[in-house]
């Protein structure tokens, strides 16, 4: 006979040991809050470790024999999966730096390309496209090669009246190369390791051969550099001092920073616009700043951006899981049977966009035609909306034209752009 006492039955003996002593469903998501951050971050850096090992540069011995394919192909991870906002901006403001050093800006203003603003977006975007297109394709490929071939035939025009001096294009390659790498140690959730810093300067030292750069400023260009790090300390080093010659206040400089400012805020409200100022000055150091003529912007600012920042770091290395590779961010669109090339997106004037439904009713569209600004589509063909053709792209003044030029530099490049080492000769060109 049972005791009174003791009523519960076996099973419910089982189910209040299993409360007691096992997991219930506020434990297991308990224990699924702690460990999700751990497996974001483990997934985070699976990518690196998988490209590192894909492409086996371990070693700084290894660097030396690093090709301009597989620089590229990670140039490209890091560009379209692993950082592509950042990555993008650091070349925007690489671009931006530039228009900091009067010779450059007083050509832009000159040639009004930079002193207005309806010029300013299209010689914007033209720049973005070209750098598009031989960034986000193996260095082989007919599309860079065309791309580099109409940024030469651009440049040698300026280049033959010396309004470009070679000063210029070398410093202009230094920002390329090194401002990715600044800005992803800079505000990413972790910094670029040795060999994807590697392959920046490999890809690059490779762009500047395709664009006849001269290097004998250079402090090691005689004897050559032993690896692409070694490069880009060497230009780190005639960069920094070429800025302290060079980049000194003009009122070009702040001509052409005024526009540039003024696509870069493109889509924020009017209202909010001198606050979106205050914050891309906070994105300068203080010799740009100066050099720029912009009043520097209060601590609040700075605090603001760094506390942005710090949590956008921590977010994304320890909540957001990486980005998968049918997400890449790849801004170009496959060619149309015609041959004409278009962009997926755009910041600010839609230039190449094709108006698609979505894009033209969309919600980004929406958000457009409520600010007052074109959506893809408008105005008819002034922001080409069937795309571009090379001989297309760049100032006015050379629409339609170079195109046998630019032939003949394809020819050329194909030759010499073949995917190899760019650090096989001893000496700089």
């Not at 060079?246 to 526009?259: F, G, I, L, R």
Request: charged share 25%; glycine share 6%; net charge positive.
């Amino acid at each position: 006979m049972a005791r009174p006492g003791n009523l519960r039955g076996p099973t419910e003996n089982n189910v209040s040991n299993s409360n007691t002593n096992g997991f219930g469903a506020k434990e297991y998501c308990l224990l699924l809050l702690l460990l999700y951050p751990l497996l974001v971050a483990f997934l985070r850096h699976g990518r690196l470790q998988s490209t590192r090992k894909t492409y086996g540069y371990t070693t700084r011995r290894s660097f030396a024999h690093m090709t301009d394919d597989d620089a590229s192909e990670i140039q490209i991870t890091i560009a379209q999966l692993e950082f592509p906002f950042t990555f993008q901006k650091a070349l925007q403001f690489a671009l931006f730096r530039t228009y900091g050093i009067p010779s450059i800006s007083k050509l832009l203003v000159a040639t009004s390309q930079f002193s207005e603003l309806s010029t300013a977006s299209k010689r914007y975007v033209d720049t973005e496209v070209l750098i598009r297109e031989f960034t986000c394709h193996k260095p082989s490929d007919p599309r860079s090669l065309e791309a580099i071939a109409r940024m030469n035939y651009i440049h040698s025009f300026y280049q033959k009246n010396g309004s470009i001096r070679d000063d210029d294009m070398l410093y202009t390659l230094s920002l390329f190369a090194l401002e990715p790498i600044r800005w992803i140690g800079r505000y990413e959730w972790r910094s670029l390791e040795a060999f994807e810093q590697c392959a920046q300067g490999t890809f690059w030292k490779s762009i500047g051969d395709a664009m006849g750069i001269s290097y004998k400023k250079l402090k090691c260009a005689e004897e050559g550099w032993q690896d692409a790090l070694h490069w880009l300390d060497d230009l780190t080093e005639w960069s920094e001092q070429y800025e302290k010659e060079n980049m000194v206040p003009h009122a070009n400089n702040h001509k052409t920073a005024e526009q540039t400012v003024a696509i870069l805020l493109w889509g924020i409200p009017g209202v909010l616009k001198p606050f979106g100022s205050k914050i891309v000055s906070v994105l300068m150091d203080d010799r740009l700043r100066g050099a720029m003529m912009y009043d520097k912007p209060t601590n609040a600012y700075f605090l603001l951006v760094y506390f942005l920042f710090a949590v956008r770091k921590y977010l994304l290395r320890y909540f957001f899981l990486p980005r998968p590779a049918i997400f890449r961010f790849n801004a170009l669109e496959e060619p149309s049977p015609d041959g004409r090339r278009s962009l997926s997106m755009w910041e600010a004037a839609p230039y190449y966009v094709k108006p698609t439904f979505w894009r033209r009713w969309g919600p980004k569209a929406w958000v457009s035609r409520l600010l007052g600004v074109p959506v893809p589509g408008d105005e008819g063909a002034k922001y080409y909306p069937d795309g571009y053709k090379f001989p297309e792209v760049g100032p006015k003044v050379f629409l339609g034209k170079g195109e046998e030029s630019a032939k003949e530099t394809v020819r050329g490049l194909a030759r010499t752009r073949t995917g190899g080492c760019p650090f096989g000769r001893v000496a700089a060109d």
